[in-house]
């Protein structure tokens, strides 16, 4: 049985780019599709409500505009079906409840720091978690 289902997490930062590259790649040989999803970051702390009550974020909607459309062409180009999809909250967690939800067999995640890649691979209900060589490179939205 092969890979079906991909969640990727994007930033627009370089090793997000290589992240989603890899989850492209995959899911064009396996013929699946691709979840691509920006967290922003909301501390843990935040979300236990009470005195650390959550902050309602401001986004960069032009820069979320602009990572939507660069993974919607992208994915167009290759043929692959997939989505883009914004979150507020712990990153870790909300890649792994997007990976629940679109029943993904793979997450692939960018260069983060280490406890909290680990934490998205192992922690997944995925059966495989990736991280991709620093070498690929996929460019960005200019």
Known sequence: ??????????????????????AVGLAVREQGCVHACFVSHVPGAAALGGFFAPVPLAGDADSDDRLARFVTQELSQASVRGDF?????????????????RRADLIVVGVLPIRLSISVVFRANCSRGALPHPRRALSGPA
């Open 85 to 101: 999809t914004c979150r507020n909250g712990e990153i870790a967690a909300e890649l792994e409840f997007l990976a629940e939800d």
């Open 1 to 22: 049985m092969g890979i079906r289902s991909i969640v990727v997490g994007t930033d627009g930062s370089e090793p997000s780019y290589r992240a989603f590259a890899m």
